[in-house]
């Protein structure tokens, strides 16, 4: 060794290096929703994680948890603020015709943001902000004269049938944008399946002129004219 060289210590000897300590780079709520939602409008929302989102954030899982309790929360943070993006409609003031100005107003909404249906399907997830229209569907059924447990139920059929009909909707536009290479209903039904189908062989041929002259604000008046029957069945 030369004597220009100076002597190094042991490595054992030597003190650790230190490293640099920070706080953990703080992360935008408002980006993180963002992502998310980008993520289920264009993948669905079983392509969503924590993980994905994270990557996308350039940050890690961990850093998230810091905001959001669990995937639950962010979904509900998603959704958050939806509904009051459309403003409320004027509503009549017969209970009747306002129940049904809500439950189509409701389809309505539904159908332009179609991504939230994808949410809701996980149930008990929603925008607290789109409870009005559950408060004016319950009040205008009990205005009726429908009893607390039947303007629920009442509830529930409006909504399975606003649910049902867009999730319909969208599988037929999918389909016809990717038309199918094997029959499916009403094509299947064939002239040799008029023994066993009669009324479907009948009218096969026209099952989607007929789907198709189909009005949400008619169908849904028939419903709640049904239901609110109930009450009135009752207080006979």
């Not at 709520?29 to 998310?36: G, H, W």
């Not at 993520?39 to 899982?61: F, N, W």
């Not at 429908?146 to 909504?159: E, G, K």
Request: with cysteine; hydrophobic share 45%.
């Amino acid at each position: 060794m030369s004597g220009t060289e100076k002597k190094q210590a042991p490595a054992a000897n030597r003190a650790p290096a230190k490293r640099s300590v920070g706080r953990p780079r703080r992360l935008d709520p408002d980006a993180m929703v963002s992502i998310a939602r980008r993520i289920i409008e264009e993948e669905g929302v079983d392509a969503l994680s924590m993980r994905r989102v994270a990557k996308e954030l350039g940050s890690t899982p961990m850093a998230l948890y810091h905001y959001v309790q669990d995937k639950d929360e962010l979904l509900m943070l998603t959704l958050s603020g939806t509904a009051a993006a459309f403003p409320r409609p004027e509503l009549p003031e017969d209970p009747r015709e306002r129940l049904l100005a809500v439950a189509v107003h409701m389809h309505g909404i539904l159908e332009r943001i179609p991504w939230v249906l994808d949410i809701l399907a996980l149930g008990e997830l929603t925008d607290k902000n789109a409870l009005w229209m559950v408060e004016e569907i319950i009040d205008s059924a009990l205005a009726c004269g429908l009893s607390p447990a039947q303007a629920v139920r009442a509830y529930r059929t409006i909504w399975s049938y606003v649910y049902g009909d867009l999730i319909f909707r969208r599988a037929a536009e999918r389909r016809a944008q990717t038309p199918p290479s094997r029959r499916f209903f009403p094509e299947m039904v064939t002239d040799q399946d008029t023994a066993a189908l009669p009324r479907l062989a009948a009218i096969k041929d026209d099952w989607r002129a007929y789907a198709a002259d189909y009005d949400v604000a008619e169908e849904l008046d028939a419903i709640i004219r049904g239901l609110l029957g109930r009450g009135s069945a009752a207080g006979r």
